[in-house]
């Protein structure tokens, strides 16, 4: 069993839970090789079936409510966008010791981009903006609220706690003037969108530095437009933030919005995995210096 768990009460994992699985469930794929992918991830755990498949085993119970939503509503999703999403083959029941539901996805070939440090800034920033306008535009009716459809407001107490745990670690200061100025923006004007709600680099792949696909739709579902700007800060350097932005003409009060999403998601991260996760530990990290970086003149 493979310990590197990342959530209280995780169950831990192995190749062989996965061909017992595979074996009971989906008989027409035993016998493929199973291959645990090493995977920044903190969703689910990743293994690699055959060559053209992944299974995935969610990590925690809210992981394993968004098997269903996916294979509901990617399929109908992925005709509206302009890059590759996960293609659901296969939705597995609890078994073998393991708690929960589960699901097959078809293998994308990609590479998972560095956060603000990709090769072609300006192309990838122009990628993301039409990723993020197709979604956008797909018809709302009868979708499900996004795991981050909340008000920004809403997350005052958690972001100021966060802040709070982390002073020393970041500069506690910059970033409470820096959450209170996305507090102070105007909120939406128009009814929820769908969005993916957490753009950041695990979850997009890259081929040549263009966007190439677009992953892990757990958080996704309806809600504000603004909560997928926070990509300018988890993903593109500072250069090309102008771009993505001018691309989706996003006024002031989205953009205000924006930054402050990627603050706080950034911040609760940081708090939540700097002794969990070295690799989200450092993406958070980075996010918060650029977001503060961003407010000066």
């Known amino acids: 069993?493979?310990?590197?768990?990342?959530?209280?009460?995780e169950p831990e994992t192995d190749a062989s839970l996965v061909r017992r699985l595979i074996a009971a469930q989906f008989p027409r794929w035993?016998?493929?090789?199973v291959e645990r992918i090493d995977s920044i991830g903190?969703?689910?755990?990743l293994y690699r079936l055959g060559e053209d498949m992944v299974v995935r085993l969610p990590r925690t119970a809210g992981a394993a409510e968004d098997v269903e939503k996916e294979h509901t509503w990617l399929p109908r999703l992925a005709a509206s966008l302009p890059v590759p999403v996960p293609t659901p083959l296969g939705r597995g029941a609890p078994a073998e010791g393991f708690p929960w539901p589960w699901s097959v996805h078809r293998w994308i070939d990609g590479e998972v981009p560095v956060e603000g440090d990709v090769t072609a800034p300006e192309a990838l920033a122009a990628d993301l903006a039409e990723f993020v306008a197709a979604l956008h535009r797909v018809d709302p009716a009868g979708g499900p609220p996004s795991y981050r459809s909340e008000p920004l407001a809403a997350r005052d107490a958690a972001t100021r706690t966060a802040i709070a745990e982390l002073d020393g670690a970041v500069d506690a200061h910059a970033a409470t003037a820096a959450w209170e100025e996305a507090l102070r923006a105007p909120g939406p004007t128009g009814p929820p969108v769908w969005i993916h709600a957490d753009l950041q680099p695990g979850n997009l792949l890259l081929a040549?530095?263009?966007l190439c696909a677009v992953l892990d739709f757990?958080?996704?579902g309806l809600g504000d437009p603004a909560v997928d700007l926070l990509a300018a800060w988890y993903v593109?350097?500072?250069g090309a933030r102008p771009l993505f932005r001018a691309a989706l003409d996003v006024d002031d009060a989205a953009w205000a919005r924006?930054?402050?999403?990627?603050?706080?998601?950034?911040?609760?991260?940081?708090?939540y995995y700097r002794d969990r996760s070295p690799h989200m530990a450092r993406v958070a990290r980075h996010?918060?210096?650029e977001v503060l970086l961003d407010r000066r003149p």
Do not use: K
């Open 42 to 45: 903190t969703s689910n755990t």
């Open 1 to 9: 069993m493979y310990a590197d768990t990342l959530h209280p009460g």
């Open 236 to 238: 593109l350097p500072a």
């Open 287 to 289: 996010v918060i210096r």
């Open 258 to 271: 924006g930054r402050g999403w990627a603050l706080s998601v950034a911040l609760l991260e940081l708090s």
């Open 218 to 220: 757990g958080c996704a």
């Open 30 to 33: 035993a016998g493929l090789p």
């Open 208 to 210: 040549r530095g263009r």
